[in-house]
């Protein structure tokens, strides 16, 4: 079972690889205070009726796969998990056997390793946070699982800073080993530019820019840090709905007791 959320939350915010909650900075040439403005943008999962995309999903489930998760773990997720976003048993069976994880000791009493199973959680990139720092010059990269709502601007900063990165303007010091980021504080960023055009090649087709595969993590992350979202939205609907009807007809029974009454 997950742990709270708002202290998995607080954990993921820890990550050097990403915002911090307080959003600061500016557009290449404005004071290093002024805020960095988000831009805002268009959802399957806005609104009250809105849900992910779930072939949007399924294919930020393979960037994640495919480029994310060299760096990064999402350990709060199963592989059965996947079933959220429209794979099959058989396909999640099919996906999990991809991997390889940890499985206690041989009779020798060394470690050995074997396919996942879909009752496995993510493998993650490193053993522990020293071999994650140890391969990345001593930045960690977070944890993807709450990462959205970890994140002021959530879904809209994740995908700004996927394709946030640029040259440095002119003039602008950068120091060793940092990518320049225009969605970023201070705009310098420990993590190297992640997507590419044409970096993968989708399942379906797709085509595979950097917008189409940022948006799709993006999304595949959203349902990630909320599972539940559809579900939720769909018990808030109704409950509104019912509400609605109990004030109608509470107000008919009034109107009916207190008719006679001048």
Known sequence: MRAPRIFLAAIAAAGLFALPASVRAADDHAPAHAPIKIPEQKWSFDGIFGTPDLASAQRGFQVYSEVCSACHSMRQLHYRDLTGIGFTPEQVKAIASNFTVPQGTDDAGAPKEGPATPANMFRSPFPNDKAARAANNGALPPDLSLIVNAR???????????????????????????????????????????????????????????????????????????????????????????????????????????????
């Not at 010091?173 to 590419?196: D, R, T, V």
């Not at 044409?198 to 993590?217: E, K, L």
């Not at 599972?227 to 109704?238: H, L, Q, S, T």
């Open 152 to 262: 002021e601007g959530e879904a809209n900063y994740i995908y700004g800073l996927l394709t946030g990165y640029a040259e440095p303007p002119a003039g602008f010091k950068m120091q060793a080993g940092m990518s320049y980021n225009k969605m970023f504080e201070g705009h310098q960023i420990a993590m190297p530019k992640p997507l590419n055009d044409g970096q993968i090649a989708y399942i379906d087709g797709t085509p595979t820019s950097v917008d189409q595969m940022a948006r799709d993590v993006t999304t595949f992350l959203t349902w990630a840090a909320n599972p539940e979202m559809a579900e939720r939205k769909a018990m808030g609907v109704r409950v509104i709905l019912f509400l609605g009807l109990l004030a109608g007809v509470t107000y008919a029974v009034k109107r009916k007791i207190w008719a006679d009454v001048h």
